[in-house]
């Protein structure tokens, strides 16, 4: 009866979540030369999701006829998560292997065909752009490195 709406069930489960989160963010290594370290963003939304949980599985609202036929997913739009899903994974196995720009114009470029976009021209160009801009702007100006793949830059 404790468990009985479905925000108490998710407010626990991310409760355990944000647990784990923060167990596993208090084991990134500090450095002692850092003004900002490494661990600060992690702990922070750590905090901010455990804090948000709480007050999920505290919340007395009850849930509506309306609500609980939000919830429900129809088959078609199942499929299309799933697909997308499904995308994603393919782009995170072949990130290191291709490389970032090729993958990321990729990802863009399919995603957005699958969901419907038809303008497939505009639909490259902002694929390629995009995975070219950030490419540059992560390597060069903030000199985090993404994988370059078989680019030779």
Same mark, same amino acid.
């Given at each position: 009866? $404790?468990?009985?709406?479905?925000?108490?069930? %998710?407010?626990?489960?991310?409760?355990? &979540?944000?647990? #784990?989160?923060?167990?596993?963010?208090?084991?990134?290594?500090?450095? /002692?030369?850092?003004?900002?370290?490494?661990?600060?963003? +992690? !702990?922070?939304?750590? &905090?901010?999701?455990? $804090?948000?949980? $709480?007050?999920?599985? #505290?919340? !007395?609202?009850?849930? @509506?006829?309306?609500?609980?036929?939000?919830? @429900?997913? +129809?088959? !078609?739009?199942?499929?299309?998560?799933?697909?997308?899903?499904?995308?994603?994974?393919?782009?995170? &196995?072949?990130?290191?292997? #291709?490389?970032?720009?090729?993958? /990321?114009? @990729?990802?863009?470029?399919?995603?957005?065909?699958?969901?419907?976009? !038809?303008?497939?021209?505009?639909?490259?160009?902002?694929? $390629?752009?995009?995975?070219?801009?950030?490419?540059?702007? &992560?390597?060069?100006?903030?000199?985090?490195? %993404?994988? +370059?793949?078989?680019? +030779?830059?």
């Amino acid at each position: 009866m $404790i468990l009985r709406p479905i925000n108490r069930k %998710l407010g626990l489960a991310l409760v355990f &979540f944000a647990g #784990v989160y923060l167990f596993l963010s208090y084991q990134i290594p500090s450095y /002692t030369y850092a003004l900002v370290d490494a661990d600060v963003v +992690p !702990k922070g939304l750590g &905090f901010l999701l455990l $804090i948000l949980s $709480i007050l999920l599985f #505290v919340q !007395k609202k009850e849930e @509506t006829e309306q609500e609980k036929e939000k919830r @429900t997913i +129809p088959k !078609k739009e199942l499929y299309v998560l799933l697909g997308v899903a499904g995308f994603i994974l393919i782009y995170i &196995f072949l990130l290191e292997i #291709v490389g970032f720009v090729i993958m /990321t114009a @990729t990802f863009v470029f399919t995603c957005s065909s699958f969901l419907g976009y !038809k303008k497939y021209k505009v639909s490259a160009l902002v694929a $390629i752009l995009f995975s070219l801009l950030l490419y540059f702007l &992560f390597n060069y100006l903030l000199l985090i490195h %993404l994988p +370059p793949g078989v680019l +030779p830059f």
